[in-house]
Every structure is written in C-alpha cells, then in structure tokens.
C-alpha cells in the first residue's frame, strides 16, 4: 500500500468503528488543512523523531508524515485505532512505528530518540499530567507542540496576578517558553467538545534544574496554590518554618501565591530544597 491508496479518515473510521469515546477523552480532528496548520507550528521537523500521543484515527498522524520528519512514533492506546494506525503504517515503511500502550506509564525518551519533538492532540483527561512528566524531562526535548482544551491552554500561558495563574503556569514556565498558537472551535472536531481547543507550543530552557529541584518545585507550587487565598506564611507551613524560607527567599510573606513571579518561585523552591536536602542544594 502506497500513501495514494489509503482510504479517507471517514472511511477508515467507518471501517474499523472507531467512534470516538468519552472515557478515552477522544474527539477526533479530521480536517487535513487544520492537521497540516497544526503540523506546520512545529516548525521544521527536518531530521525530527516525532512522539505523538493519542493519535487516534491519525488525521495528524498523515499531516507529521507529510512534513520531513524522520520518524513517527504514535502512542495509541485504543486497540481499534491501533489497528487502523497499523495500515498507515504499512503505507509509511520504515517512518511510522505505532505503540499500542499507556502514556501515562510510557517513558518519551525511551519511545523515541534524540533530537525529540512531541506533538499532539492530548485527550483530554489527562492531558496535564501528561505535561508535567514531560516537564520533568524537558531538557531532553527539543519542543513541543500541544493542544489542550483552551481553558487548560489559558492556565498553562497565563501572567500573575491574573485569574487563571497556577502551579501550571509556573511549572511550564519555568521549564520552557510557553506560547499560545492556536484556538479552535468545537466543531473542528468529531464529536464536537463542548469547549473550544488551543494549541501550546513549549520551548524547553536551556537550563536544568535536575530531579531534586524539579520535585522541590512541585511542593512549593502545591502548597502554594493548595490555599491560594492565604498569605504565603500560612499556605506555606506545610513545608516546615515558613517565615524562613520566605526570608532566605527575600519574599514578603503578607504575598499570596498569585501575585508571585516564575522567578519567586524559583527563589522559593531553592530555599526549600536548601532545607529539605542540603547536599544538593546546589543543583
């Protein structure tokens, strides 16, 4: 089978029944000119290893093989579309590898090798914290490029001191620039969601903050906004002496976590890690 003898998404969903399910978080994106668009805001895959995680029907599956990437590994955990994934495949030898498993449980820079890009129309019930493990392993990415459900894709670009400001905002940030590319209706998917869609991409920062710091982030960002209306020396004494890591912080402890910086934070998390791990408080 050749690329040109591939039957429609439509017929191949037909085909194998592959209606979209509510417990998978699937809506299907079948519109080759949005996948294309989608594709193309990854910039150029020229040489790329392309992770794609719940592909699907693969509408976008077809647009990443038509850019010059040189591989594309889709992460299915839906059998019926792995079955339909499989003939694509067959029209693609050698550039499509399609994984039937779990991302949660999968390790992305196992699947794929370097240099990684990641690119997705993530189902949507667990699509953060499929984020925040990618997060962790930033440094070893070169991008990514993924649609959330807007509300989600708002949370993850948004300010300080602004409504949708949270530990999301602040952990992507402070592991990649975060820039909001795309928004789209309900009814440029199948079954239409009842929300509208946006497309992030993540450019991972040079630096690595290492394993240590990354989870010392975590609890400083949970404890934070776990009591979000509380001063920070209230919301912060889970963590131990919270005037004291304030203080090393040089932060006012009067503040509320919304109205703190990326780079508050940072400060933060290092004054945590100083007190919970000594040794590594170089890292």
Same mark, same amino acid.
């Given at each position: 089978?050749?690329?040109?003898?591939?039957?429609?998404?439509?017929?191949?969903?037909?085909?194998?029944?592959?209606?979209?399910?509510?417990?998978?978080?699937?809506?299907?994106?079948?519109?080759?000119?949005?996948?294309?668009?989608?594709?193309?805001?990854?910039?150029?895959?020229?040489?790329?290893?392309?992770?794609?995680?719940?592909?699907?029907?693969?509408?976008?599956?077809?647009?990443?093989l038509a850019t010059p990437a040189?591989?594309?590994?889709?992460?299915?955990?839906?059998?019926?579309?792995?079955?339909?994934?499989?003939e694509l495949a067959a029209a693609?030898? @050698? /550039? $499509?590898? +399609?994984?039937?498993?779990?991302?949660?449980?999968? &390790?992305? %820079?196992?699947?794929? *090798?370097?240099?990684?890009?990641?690119?997705?129309?993530?189902?949507?019930?667990?699509?953060?914290?499929?984020?925040?493990?990618?997060?962790?392993?930033?440094?070893?990415?070169?991008?990514?490029?993924?649609?959330?459900?807007?509300?989600?894709?708002?949370?993850?670009c948004a300010a300080p001191d602004?409504?949708?400001? @949270? /530990? $999301?905002? +602040?952990?992507?940030?402070?592991?990649?620039?975060? &820039?909001? %590319?795309?928004?789209? *209706?309900?009814?440029?998917?199948?079954?239409?969601?009842?929300?509208?869609?946006?497309?992030?991409?993540?450019?991972?920062?040079?630096?690595?903050?290492?394993?240590?710091?990354?989870?010392?982030?975590?609890?400083?960002?949970?404890?934070?906004?776990?009591?979000?209306?509380?001063?920070?020396?209230?919301?912060?004494?889970?963590?131990?002496?919270?005037?004291?890591?304030?203080?090393?912080?040089?932060?006012?402890?009067?503040?509320?976590?919304?109205?703190?910086?990326?780079?508050?934070?940072?400060?933060?998390?290092?004054?945590?890690?100083?007190?919970?791990?000594?040794?590594?408080?170089?890292?």
């Open positions: 089978m050749t690329p040109s003898d591939l039957p429609s998404l439509r017929d191949a969903i037909a085909r194998h029944g592959l209606d979209a399910r509510k417990s998978l978080g699937q809506h299907f994106l079948l519109d080759p000119g949005v996948c294309a668009h989608i594709a193309g805001l990854a910039g150029d895959l020229t040489g790329r290893h392309v992770l794609e995680v719940g592909p699907g029907p693969g509408g976008l599956t077809r647009a990443l040189a591989q594309v590994v889709a992460l299915e955990l839906d059998r019926r579309a792995v079955a339909l994934l499989a693609h030898p @050698g /550039r $499509l590898s +399609v994984i039937e498993g779990d991302a949660l449980a999968a &390790d992305a %820079l196992t699947l794929v *090798p370097a240099p990684r890009r990641i690119i997705a129309n993530l189902p949507y019930n667990i699509a953060s914290p499929l984020l925040i493990g990618w997060l962790r392993q930033a440094a070893s990415i070169e991008g990514m490029t993924l649609m959330f459900q807007q509300e989600v894709a708002e949370r993850i602004t409504g949708p400001y @949270g /530990r $999301l905002a +602040v952990l992507a940030q402070w592991r990649c620039r975060c &820039d909001l %590319l795309l928004r789209l *209706p309900p009814g440029a998917f199948t079954p239409p969601p009842k929300v509208w869609s946006a497309v992030v991409g993540f450019t991972p920062h040079a630096e690595e903050p290492g394993p240590a710091l990354f989870k010392a982030m975590e609890r400083t960002t949970a404890a934070a906004f776990g009591q979000r209306r509380k001063m920070l020396r209230g919301s912060l004494k889970s963590l131990g002496d919270a005037e004291g890591l304030l203080a090393t912080a040089g932060i006012e402890g009067t503040r509320r976590a919304e109205t703190l910086t990326v780079a508050e934070f940072d400060r933060l998390a290092r004054a945590v890690l100083q007190r919970t791990e000594p040794a590594a408080s170089g890292a």
